[in-house]
C-alpha cells in the first residue's frame, strides 16, 4: 500500500508509542477508583457507575477523536449492550413472570456476568456494524443528523416493543457486580484497547482522513472502510458501557440510554478534550466531581452557620454551561486533546499537536 | 496619494499561508492586471484585500486609511468591491434581485436608481432577463451580472477575480471590452486572470504572482516583448524586482 | 373522516412552523438549533404566567420575550461560534437547550403549570351532522397565516432578500455588503416569533407547561427540516409540513401500531439522507460552510 511510503511523523497525532501515555491514565483511574470507592459505600457504588461512564467515553473518544465525525446516536449501542447483558442474565423466574411478551427463547436462557458481557459486546459491535455500512457513507451534519435518528429508532423500538425486553417498563433483578474491581478491570482493557487504535497504522490513516480527505485517498485510505472499523468497535465499547451499568444498577430501562445519557457521554469527552484518550478520562472525572459537589450542595450544606441549598437542576445547568464555554474558549478541552505526559520527562515528541 | 497601497501582505487559510508577500499600489481610475500560474495565490491576494480571507500581517491602505482586518461588508462600503472567481451569482434569485442586492453596499442610497439604471445600460441583455432566474442565463450573461451586481455600489476600486474563466473567446471579447468603459466613467480596476495577453493589452501594468509572492510588475511595453514574459512567468531568468 | 384530515392538516401547519424556524437560522448561520425547543417552552411559559392580563397583552409579552432570548442566544454563544463547524454548533445548541431547562426548572420548577389562555380554541363546531374541533380549525388558519406573513417578508422585503441570499452563499452576500451579525440576528429574531406562535397553539392545546414542553416538537420539526432540505426555507416549511401530517396520519391507521410511528418517521429520515443528504428539496447553491 501507498501509505507504507510515508514516514510516519508526517501523519499527525500521537504516532509512537510512548508508556506514560497509556500507563498514566490508567494509573490515575486505578488510584481515583480505590481511594474514592475506600469513602463509604455509597460513593463505591458512585465509583462504580463513573467507570461505566467513563467506558461510554472512551467508546465515543476512538471515534470522534479519530474520524473527527460526531455520532449522536452511539446510546443506542449502549442500549443494545445493556438489554442484552440484562437479559441474559435476570433469573429465568423473573422474566417469567415481568416480562410476559419476551421472545421464549430468551426467557430460558440465564448465564454469568461475564460471557453475557462478551455476548452484548458482539451484538453491540454487530449492530454497529449493519448501520455503520449505511451510515458512515455520510459525513459532516448529515452522519450527525443520521446518526440521531438511529437513536430515536433504538429508543422507540426498545421503549415499546417487550419481545426483546420490558418494554416502557423497568427490567429488574439484573444480578450485580460484587465488587468495583470489576468495573476498573473492564475500564483498564478499554483504556488500553483505545490507546492502542489510536496509535495503530489504521488510526493515524483515519485521522489523517479528518485534517485532509483529500491527501489521505491519495495515500490509498479508503474513509468509509475504515470509518466502518472503528464504529464498529466504537459500538461494541458502548455496549460493553450500557451492560456494564446494567450489573452497577441491577436494572435496565430503555431511557437510561436516551437524550440524558447522549448529552452528559458526549459533554465528558469534549470538555476533556475529543482528540485524546487523556482527555476522555480528564473530562469524566472533572464532570463526574463538579456534578458530585453540586448535588451534595443541593441536598444542603452547612458552612459553620451558613446554610447553602441550591435548588434542583443547578447540576444540569452547571455542566451545560462548562460545555458551552468550552466549545467557545477552548474548542480542544481542558488537556488541549493533547495525551497525558509528565511534566518532568523529557520525550522526543512525535508529531505536533 | 494612491488608491489602494498594500505592502508586505501576507494571509491564508488557518495554519496554511498561501500569500507570502503581496503588495500593489493603484492610482484612481487606473487599470491593472494580476496574472501568474494556478495556486500562485492572486485570488487569496484579492480575497485579503476584500476582506473575505483574513490577513496574517502586512499593510492595506485604501483612500489613505487602513482597511486590514475589517469585515468584507464595511470593506464594499468604503469603495471597494470584489466580483469573486466563478462569478458567485446567487443563481435562484432574479437577475433584478441579484442588482438589488449590489445596492447593500451603498453608502448613499439616494442614488440607487440611477445606479441601477447605468448598470443596466452597461449591460443591456440584463434588463431583457430582468424577471428571470439568474441560474438561467448564460455564461457570458451570468458574468455580466456579476460585474454589474458590483457596479450598482458605485465603487471607486472594482477587482475582478477571472472573469473569462469558462467564457468563449467571442463573450471575452465582450466582457473586456466594458472593462474599458467602466474605466472610463473614472472606476479603478484590479483584473486577475490567467491568460496573461489578454490583460496586458489593456492594463497600465501587470503584476506578475508566483509561489504566493509578487514577482515582477510588467509594463504594457513589456507585454509585447515574449521572453519577458514568459521569464516573468515562469521563473525562468531573473526576476526583474 | 373530515376531523382526521382537519387533524392532520393542523399538525403540518404546526410542525411546519416550527421547521421555518429552525430552518431560517439554518439557512444563515448552518446552525441545526436545537434550543429552538426551549424557545417554544419559554413562549409557553409566558402564555401562562401573563395569562390574567388578557390576550392582547399576554401575546405581546410572550411574542417579545421570545424574540429576546432567541437573540440572547445568538449574542451571547453562537455569535461566538462563528468559525465553529455544524457539528460543533450543533452540540453548543444541545448545551444551550440543557441549560435552559434546566434553568426553568430551576425558575418555574420541574412540575406542569397549568393555566387556560384561550378557552375559545376549544370545543366544536357542528355543520349538519359532522362534528369538528375549534382548535384544529383556528390552527390550520393561524398557521396559514404566519406562513403567508413569513413568505412576504422574506420574497418582498429587503431584509427577506438579504436572508434569502445569505442562507444561499453567505460569502459572496457579505461582499455585497449584507451585514452578517444583522441578518442573523434577524433570523433569529423570525426563529423566536415563530417559536412563540407554536407555543401558543401547543400550549392551548395541552393546557400545561414544564421544562421539557419543546423538546419533543423539536425533535420533530428538526426532521422535517432535514428531509424538507437543509437550505431552503420552503423546503423547511414543507418538510415540517409533512412530517407532522405524517405523524397525524400514522396515529390515525396504526391503530394498535401506533407507538412505532417514530420508529418509521425515522427510518425514513434515515434513507432521505442516505440518498440525498442536502435533504428533497435542497437548494442549489448549497454549500456545508467551510
Given at each position: ?8 511523523r508526517q ?19 486505578i488510584a481515583?477508583?480505590y481511594?474514592t ?9 458512585l465509583?462504580?457507575g463513573t467507570?461505566a461512564?467513563l467506558?461510554?467515553v ?16 452511539q446510546?443506542?449501542f449502549?442500549?443494545?449492550?445493556g438489554?442484552a447483558?440484562g437479559l441474559?442474565?435476570?433469573?429465568i423466574?423473573i ?5 410476559d411478551g419476551?421472545?421464549?427463547p430468551?426467557k430460558a ?5 461475564w460471557?453475557?458481557?462478551?455476548i452484548a459486546?458482539?451484538v453491540?459491535?454487530?449492530?454497529a ?6 451510515l458512515?457513507r ?6 450527525g ?7 430515536m429508532?433504538?429508543?422507540n423500538v426498545?421503549?415499546n416493543?417487550?419481545?426483546?425486553g420490558?418494554g ?5 433483578q439484573v ?16 483504556i ?9 497504522r489504521?488510526?493515524r490513516l ?6 485532509d480527505?483529500l491527501?489521505?485517498r491519495a495515500?490509498?485510505a479508503?474513509v ?6 472503528f464504529?464498529t ?11 456494564m451499568?446494567?450489573?452497577h444498577a441491577?436494572?435496565?430501562t430503555?431511557?437510561d440510554?436516551y437524550?440524558g ?5 458526549l459533554a465528558?469527552l469534549i ?12 473530562g469524566?472525572?472533572?464532570?463526574t466531581?463538579?456534578?458530585?459537589v ?9 458552612f459553620?452557620?451558613v ?6 437542576g ?9 460545555l458551552?464555554v ?12 493533547k ?5 518532568f520527562?523529557?520525550?522526543r515528541?512525535?508529531?505536533p499537536g | ?14 495554519k496554511?499561508?498561501?500569500l507570502f508577500?503581496?503588495h500593489?499600489?493603484?492610482e ?9 500560474p ?9 480575497g485579503a484585500?476584500?476582506g ?7 499593510c492595506i491602505?485604501?483612500e489613505?486609511?487602513?482597511?486590514r ?7 464594499v462600503r468604503l469603495g471597494?468591491?470584489?466580483v ?7 443563481t ?5 434581485e ?16 440611477k445606479?441601477?439604471?447605468?448598470a443596466?445600460?452597461?449591460f443591456?441583455v440584463?434588463?431583457?432577463h ?6 438561467l ?8 451580472l ?8 458605485e465603487?471607486?476600486?472594482?477587482m475582478?477575480?477571472e472573469?473569462s474563466?469558462?467564457?468563449?473567446p467571442?463573450?471575452?471579447?465582450d466582457v473586456?471590452s466594458v ?8 472606476t479603478?480596476i484590479?483584473?486577475v486572470?490567467?491568460?496573461a495577453?489578454?490583460?496586458m493589452s489593456i492594463?497600465?501594468r501587470t ?16 507585454a ?7 521569464a516573468a512567468y515562469?521563473?525562468t ?5 | 373522516m373530515?376531523?382526521?384530515i382537519?387533524d392532520?392538516?393542523s399538525y403540518?401547519?404546526?410542525?411546519g ?8 437560522v ?8 436545537f434550543a429552538h425547543?426551549e ?14 392580563l388578557?390576550l392582547p ?7 417579545t420575550?421570545?424574540?429576546?432570548l432567541?437573540?440572547l ?12 463547524g455544524?457539528?460543533?454548533l ?14 426553568y426548572e430551576?425558575?418555574?420548577?420541574a412540575?406542569?403549570?397549568?393555566g ?5 380554541m376549544?370545543g366544536?363546531?357542528?355543520f349538519g ?6 382548535g384544529s380549525?383556528l390552527?390550520i ?7 403567508a406573513?413569513m413568505?412576504?417578508?422574506?420574497e ?7 436572508i ?8 459572496t452576500a457579505?461582499?455585497?455588503?449584507v ?8 433570523a ?5 416569533v415563530?417559536a412563540a ?5 401547543l400550549?392551548?392545546?395541552?393546557g400545561?407547561?414544564?421544562?421539557l414542553f ?8 428538526l426532521?422535517?427540516?432535514?428531509i424538507?432540505g437543509?437550505g431552503s ?14 405523524i ?18 425515522f427510518?425514513?429520515v434515515?434513507i432521505?439522507l ?8 435542497s437548494?442549489?447553491?448549497?454549500k456545508?460552510?467551510?
Amino acid at each position: 500500500m501507498a501509505s507504507e511510503f510515508l514516514p510516519s511523523r508526517q501523519l499527525p497525532g500521537v504516532t509512537r508509542f510512548q508508556w506514560q501515555q497509556l500507563l498514566g491514565p490508567i494509573i490515575v483511574v486505578i488510584a481515583l477508583t480505590y481511594l474514592t470507592s475506600g469513602v463509604s459505600a455509597s460513593f463505591s457504588y458512585l465509583t462504580e457507575g463513573t467507570l461505566a461512564l467513563l467506558v461510554m467515553v472512551l467508546g465515543l473518544q476512538v471515534f470522534i477523536g479519530n474520524s473527527g465525525v460526531l455520532p449522536f446516536g452511539q446510546a443506542a449501542f449502549a442500549m443494545v449492550g445493556g438489554f442484552a447483558s440484562g437479559l441474559l442474565t435476570a433469573p429465568i423466574k423473573i422474566k417469567e413472570n415481568v416480562l410476559d411478551g419476551l421472545w421464549e427463547p430468551l426467557k430460558a436462557v440465564n448465564m454469568g456476568i461475564w460471557p453475557s458481557l462478551l455476548i452484548a459486546v458482539l451484538v453491540g459491535a454487530l449492530f454497529a456494524f449493519i448501520t455503520g455500512l449505511l451510515l458512515m457513507r455520510l459525513s459532516g451534519l448529515a452522519a450527525g443528523i443520521a446518526t440521531f435518528a438511529l437513536l430515536m429508532v433504538a429508543d422507540n423500538v426498545f421503549f415499546n416493543w417487550k419481545l426483546i425486553g420490558p418494554g416502557p417498563q423497568v427490567m429488574p433483578q439484573v444480578p450485580k457486580f460484587a465488587f468495583v474491581d470489576e468495573s476498573l478491570a473492564l475500564t483498564v482493557i478499554v483504556i488500553v484497547v483505545v490507546y492502542l487504535l489510536g496509535i495503530s497504522r489504521r488510526g493515524r490513516l483515519l485521522r489523517a482522513t479528518r485534517e485532509d480527505a483529500l491527501a489521505a485517498r491519495a495515500l490509498g485510505a479508503s474513509v468509509w472502510h475504515l470509518r466502518v472499523l472503528f464504529f464498529t468497535i466504537s459500538g461494541g465499547i458502548a455496549a460493553l458501557s450500557g451492560a456494564m451499568y446494567a450489573h452497577h444498577a441491577g436494572a435496565v430501562t430503555a431511557r437510561d440510554f436516551y437524550l440524558g445519557f447522549t448529552f452528559i457521554t458526549l459533554a465528558m469527552l469534549i470538555i476533556g478534550g475529543a482528540t485524546s484518550l487523556w482527555g476522555a478520562v480528564v473530562g469524566t472525572i472533572l464532570v463526574t466531581a463538579i456534578g458530585q459537589v453540586l448535588l451534595v450542595l443541593e441536598g444542603g450544606v452547612n458552612f459553620g452557620s451558613v446554610e447553602i441549598t441550591l435548588p434542583n437542576g443547578v447540576r444540569g445547568l452547571v455542566i451545560a454551561a462548562a460545555l458551552v464555554v468550552i466549545l467557545i474558549w477552548r474548542p480542544k478541552g481542558v488537556t488541549g486533546g493533547k495525551e497525558f505526559k509528565l511534566p518532568f520527562l523529557k520525550t522526543r515528541s512525535a508529531a505536533p499537536g | 496619494m494612491s488608491l489602494l497601497s498594500v505592502r508586505d501582505l501576507q494571509a491564508g487559510y488557518g495554519k496554511v499561508e498561501v500569500l507570502f508577500n503581496g503588495h500593489i499600489e493603484v492610482e484612481p481610475g487606473e487599470l491593472v492586471g494580476i496574472v501568474g500560474p494556478n495556486g500562485a495565490g492572486k485570488s487569496t491576494f484579492l480575497g485579503a484585500m476584500a476582506g473575505s480571507v483574513k490577513p496574517s500581517s502586512g499593510c492595506i491602505e485604501f483612500e489613505g486609511v487602513s482597511i486590514r482586518g475589517k469585515k468584507p461588508e464595511d470593506i464594499v462600503r468604503l469603495g471597494l468591491a470584489l466580483v469573486p472567481e466563478g462569478r458567485a451569482i446567487f443563481t435562484d434569485l432574479t437577475v433584478n434581485e441579484n442588482l438589488l442586492l449590489g445596492l447593500t453596499g451603498r453608502r448613499d442610497k439616494s442614488g440607487s436608481a440611477k445606479a441601477l439604471a447605468e448598470a443596466t445600460e452597461l449591460f443591456p441583455v440584463l434588463s431583457t432577463h430582468r424577471d428571470q432566474q439568474a441560474g438561467l442565463l448564460s455564461g457570458g450573461q451570468q458574468q455580466q451580472l456579476a460585474i454589474a451586481r458590483a457596479l450598482v455600489c458605485e465603487p471607486k476600486l472594482l477587482m475582478l477575480d477571472e472573469p473569462s474563466l469558462g467564457l468563449s473567446p467571442t463573450v471575452i471579447q465582450d466582457v473586456f471590452s466594458v472593462l474599458n468603459k467602466i474605466q472610463e466613467l473614472g472606476t479603478a480596476i484590479i483584473v486577475v486572470e490567467q491568460r496573461a495577453h489578454l490583460i496586458m493589452s489593456i492594463a497600465s501594468r501587470t503584476l506578475v504572482m508566483r509561489e504566493g509572492q509578487v514577482r515582477a510588475t510588467l509594463t504594457r511595453e513589456d507585454a509585447k516583448d515574449e521572453t519577458k514574459l514568459a521569464a516573468a512567468y515562469f521563473g525562468t531568468g531573473s526576476d526583474s524586482e | 373522516m373530515i376531523q382526521t384530515i382537519l387533524d392532520a392538516l393542523s399538525y403540518g401547519g404546526l410542525y411546519g412552523l416550527a421547521a421555518l424556524g429552525i430552518g431560517l437560522v439554518f439557512g444563515v448561520m448552518r446552525l441545526v438549533n436545537f434550543a429552538h425547543g426551549e424557545l417554544i417552552a419559554i413562549g409557553a411559559y409566558l402564555f401562562i404566567i401573563t395569562v390574567d392580563l388578557g390576550l392582547p397583552i399576554s401575546i405581546l409579552i410572550a411574542v417579545t420575550g421570545t424574540a429576546i432570548l432567541a437573540l440572547l442566544m445568538e449574542l451571547s454563544v453562537f455569535k461566538r461560534l462563528r468559525l465553529a463547524g455544524p457539528s460543533v454548533l450543533l452540540i453548543a445548541s444541545f448545551g444551550v437547550s440543557i441549560f435552559l431547562q434546566r434553568l426553568y426548572e430551576i425558575i418555574f420548577g420541574a412540575l406542569p403549570l397549568s393555566g387556560q389562555i384561550a378557552p375559545w380554541m376549544s370545543g366544536v363546531i357542528e355543520f349538519g351532522n359532522t362534528t369538528i374541533t375549534r382548535g384544529s380549525i383556528l390552527t390550520i388558519v393561524l398557521a396559514l397565516a404566519l406562513l403567508a406573513g413569513m413568505r412576504f417578508l422574506i420574497e418582498n422585503t429587503t431584509l427577506g432578500l438579504q436572508i434569502r441570499a445569505a442562507s444561499s452563499d453567505f460569502q459572496t452576500a457579505r461582499l455585497l455588503g449584507v451585514r452578517s451579525n444583522y441578518v442573523i440576528g434577524a433570523a433569529f429574531v423570525f426563529s423566536g416569533v415563530l417559536a412563540a406562535a407554536v407555543a401558543f397553539v401547543l400550549v392551548t392545546q395541552r393546557g400545561s407547561v414544564d421544562p421539557l414542553f419543546g423538546v419533543n416538537i423539536t425533535i420533530l420539526a428538526l426532521v422535517g427540516t432535514v428531509i424538507g432540505g437543509l437550505g431552503s426555507l420552503q423546503g423547511a416549511a414543507l418538510g415540517g409540513f409533512a412530517v407532522g401530517m405524517t405523524i397525524s396520519l400514522l396515529n390515525s391507521f396504526l391503530g394498535n401500531y401506533r407507538v412505532y410511528t417514530y420508529t418509521w418517521l425515522f427510518i425514513l429520515v434515515i434513507i432521505v439522507l442516505l440518498i440525498k443528504p442536502s435533504g428533497l428539496i435542497s437548494n442549489k447553491a448549497f454549500k456545508e460552510r467551510a
